[in-house]
């Protein structure tokens, strides 16, 4: 069994066809799901679909790329109140990303630090994206030492990856594993304990091989768990099972159903 631990199923790419998305998920041995929000705007719509299907949890968060439209104090209050939806299991995605700067820093920084605040007064695990921001991501978690969470999409280095684990944090990969330039990542992939990592899609993007190009799913979780497993020498089934027990221990209100 595996679970998807990033995706993004409200995303127009899925509106056609998600029944079929979610059970060639299960047909590939992809039993539960965590789709994540990224505005607020679009908070109701990931929830329903959550609701909808019973394997698919959910978050409430901001992008980094949004967080421009959300940069007031007022947010802290928002996630806690969404929070509380039986099927939230986590905030974000929140984070820093100054490859793309979509918004200013200061609102990004500003964003990411009511996500983690929030996250430790509920004790509730924050998913990070952040891309070339290594020393300012670290400078927040600083600031909140109890916030618990996830690199998901882990693009960085081996040394960045250590401060992550030092932190406590988990490190997710994705299909940018698979990718023939991606050599500094598998040795990241080599180096970061099992009993500390996820497996994501961050579908409907960067789908990996063999289906690079094409529109990412749940399903394709498969082929970065199989490559972990070869990188790790170990089997595909022990991988599958770690990571499937790490999500449910960081995502701790996730309740496997049957
Ligand atoms: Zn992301
Ligand atoms: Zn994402």
Redesign the pocket.
């Known amino acids: 069994m595996l679970v998807d631990s990033?995706c993004h199923l409200n995303f127009p790419e899925f509106k056609e066809d998600i029944d079929r998305v979610i059970a060639n998920a299960a047909d590939n041995q992809v039993k539960y799901m965590l789709t994540?929000n990224?505005r607020l705007s679009e908070t109701l719509a990931v929830q329903s679909i959550a609701e909808k299907y019973k394997n698919v949890f959910c978050s409430v968060g901001v992008?980094?790329h949004d967080s421009k439209d959300y940069n007031d104090q007022s947010l802290i209050n928002k996630l806690i109140d969404h929070a509380n939806h039986p099927k939230v299991v986590a905030l974000g995605?929140t984070?820093l990303?100054y490859y793309y700067n979509n918004s200013d820093r200061d609102d990004q920084i500003n964003c990411f630090k009511m996500h983690l605040e929030s996250g430790t007064k509920l004790d509730m695990p924050v998913?990070i994206?952040t891309?070339e921001a290594d020393e300012d991501t670290i400078a927040c978690l600083n600031e909140y030492p109890n916030a618990k969470g996830v690199f998901?999409?882990f693009s960085g280095s081996s040394e960045f990856a250590k401060q992550g684990l030092d932190h406590g944090l988990y490190i997710s990969f994705s299909g940018i594993i698979t990718f023939k330039k991606a050599e500094a990542l598998r040795d990241a992939v080599r180096y970061v304990p099992l009993e500390k990592m996820l497996v994501e899609t961050?579908s409907p993007f960067l789908a990996p091989l063999p289906h690079r190009g094409k529109r990412n799913e749940p399903a394709f979780t498969r082929y970065v768990a199989e490559l972990v497993a070869k990188i790790k020498g170990v089997s595909f089934e022990e991988v599958a099972e770690v990571t499937t027990q790490n999500f449910f221990k960081l995502f701790n209100k996730a309740k496997a159903s049957g």
């Open positions: 990033h994540v990224t992008h980094p995605e984070g990303d998913i994206h891309r998901h999409c961050d």
